[in-house]
């Protein structure tokens, strides 16, 4: 039995103090790896446990058998959808000014427009497919790991991940290199 388990059982305030100080620095890494953005990815922290804090008060929390995957999950679920609100947000605002060149800055602004396009694309794919893609390529889990997290099988997953990567693949090359 793992620590937050333990708690969970016990004190439901203690057991929310527990799960956040166990497992914030997961939260926020994996909310920083789909947004991109320590201000975003701290908003997504903050998020997941305030609904955690919500569903205490109301029917308690329950992280099931592994608070890991499933605080890791939500995490990404609500990083997926801050980049849905910026994407919507960013088309009303008029495009910044470019930063200033220096040497080897080309290839920096190349590879934050490269990031700044993929998210853009995930945050067009549905939130399902958006979520796996994150779990597999910026969390790094297995395709059998996403499937128990979800409740599903690896074969739809693996599916999903390749509709999802063609997708991904067909968008950054419509706006080209």
Known sequence: MQPTEQVFNGNPSRALAAAFEEHHRR??????RVTGSIDDAEDVLQTVFLNMMKRESNAGVDLGNDPKSYL??????????????????????????????????EAEVARRELRRRLRGALSRLS???????????????????IATMLGTSSSSIA??????????KAELHEVGP
Request: glycine share 4%; net charge positive.
């Open 27 to 32: 939260v926020f890494r994996a909310a920083f």
């Open 127 to 145: 939130p399902r497919s958006a979520s796996i893609v994150a779990l597999r390529f910026f969390e790094g889990y297995g395709n059998a790991e």
């Open 72 to 105: 890791c999950r939500a995490a990404v679920n609500a990083a997926v959808d801050v980049l849905r609100t910026r994407k919507r947000r960013t088309a009303l605002e008029p495009e910044a000014d470019p930063p200033e060149e220096s040497p080897g800055a």
């Open 159 to 168: 599916v999903t991940l390749h509709r999802a990567r063609q997708r991904l």
